[in-house]
């Protein structure tokens, strides 16, 4: 399947604060995904936490919007969700959006998938 995003959107009961636990894995498993994991950790761990402090206080963090081949984007929005969003040819959106879905089912977390759903891809699609 060749997808320039993939949408996870979590069930109505799922709240900001219930992705806690699934969060560090999450967002090593798409660093490492989309080969965007660098040499020095600690700045991955500045991130992670980063990211944790507002989901501990049940806020939308801020995700992973680095220059780079793809990014994890958590939307403005009423709804619990992100997206990752890839440019370029040799995409692998599909690939890495299943593999974060795997590790959204390990914690639990009920969640459904959709793919290319930005405002922005469909209006260049018309």
Do not use: C
């Amino acid at each position: 399947m060749r997808a320039r995003s993939g949408h996870i959107k979590f069930d109505k009961k799922v709240r900001w604060k219930n992705l806690v636990s699934a969060f560090r894995p999450l967002f090593l498993k798409f660093l490492e995904e989309t080969q965007q994991l660098p040499e020095d950790m600690e700045s991955v761990d500045v991130l992670v936490e980063e990211n944790l402090r507002d989901l501990r206080s049940n806020r939308k963090p801020e995700g992973y919007n680095r220059e780079g081949v793809m990014r994890m984007i958590f939307p403005i929005s009423n709804e619990v969700e992100f997206y990752v969003y890839g440019r370029g040819k040799a995409l692998e959106v599909a690939r890495v959006t299943e593999a974060l879905s795997r590790v959204l089912q390990k914690y639990r977390l009920k969640h459904t998938i959709e793919w290319d759903q930005l405002k922005l891809l469909a209006d260049k699609k018309e």
